[in-house]
């Protein structure tokens, strides 16, 4: 089933000649994307790891830093605290979310956000062929290649951010 939808973020990577994928996330009755992210990207034959999530971080200079990281790492926060030079580094909080990047919480993507938000990458994003970012939209995302959305978070740092998974046993 095709979807059109339009956001900042659909007009930006048309702008860019960038060719994506819309999906439809079912939202549960009070309006939230469904928990089953993984069971429905399964089902439709996609890589439940290959999710951009996009997490926003606010500096103790008050400065809003967003990090894209996929395959359900988490951030380092020593790495991250070092690499912005901010003894201070929090979460940013449900309200600000929205305030910072002009998205509400569960449709927030690494492109297409305000100036005023810097925007770190993850090296584990070049890990996959094709990536599911959030559209802008609440209910949809959108699949793209890992390659595209580089090109399209040209100003973006790429580095090393997540803590290094531990092997198996």
């Not at 606010?58 to 030079?85: E, H, M, N, P, Q």
């Not at 609440?138 to 290649?145: D, K, V």
């Not at 959305?149 to 803590?163: E, P, R, S, T």
């Amino acid at each position: 089933m095709s979807h059109n939808i339009d956001s900042p973020v659909t007009q930006l990577l048309n702008q860019l000649a960038i060719s994506f994928e819309v999906i439809e996330i079912p939202l549960s009755e009070d309006k939230k994307p469904i928990r089953n992210l993984e069971e429905l990207l399964t089902a439709d034959g996609r890589d439940p790891s290959s999710v951009v999530r996009s997490l926003l971080f606010k500096t103790g200079s008050g400065d809003f830093i967003l990090l894209g990281v996929a395959g359900g790492g988490r951030a380092d926060w020593g790495v991250l605290r070092k690499y912005l030079d901010e003894r201070k580094l929090r979460m940013a909080e449900f309200d600000e979310v929205n305030q910072a990047t002009g998205y509400v919480v569960g449709a927030v993507p690494p492109i297409a956000l305000p100036n005023t938000v810097r925007v770190l990458l993850d090296s584990c994003v070049t890990h996959y062929d094709t990536v599911i970012i959030g559209s802008g939209v609440l209910g949809y995302a959108l699949a793209l290649s890992s390659n595209d959305l580089q090109m399209a978070m040209n100003d973006a740092d790429i580095g090393a951010f997540v803590k290094a998974e531990a092997p198996e046993n």
